[in-house]
């Protein structure tokens, strides 16, 4: 359905106990690029048993970090032209 990453990011979610709905929407909708799917994975790995709000705090969390790279980035070619 999506990238490899976030096709593994969909089943480590679900191995993990969590809705098949909010698995899909994590992987697939929010966390559905290479960076972010492997950023999850990593904090997924760390964690045997994290708790749905945390794992929706660090989802927030990745996102947050993406805007801010993507904003950057942006920032820096505006300074270049």
Known sequence: MGTERTDEL?????????PKELCAEIAYKNLNTDYTATR???YLYRYIEPRLEDVIDEMIAILSDREEIIKKKKWSR???L
């Open 10 to 18: 969909y089943k480590v979610l679900l191995t993990k106990g969590y």
């Open 40 to 42: 999850m994975l990593g």
């Open 78 to 80: 505006r300074r270049l």
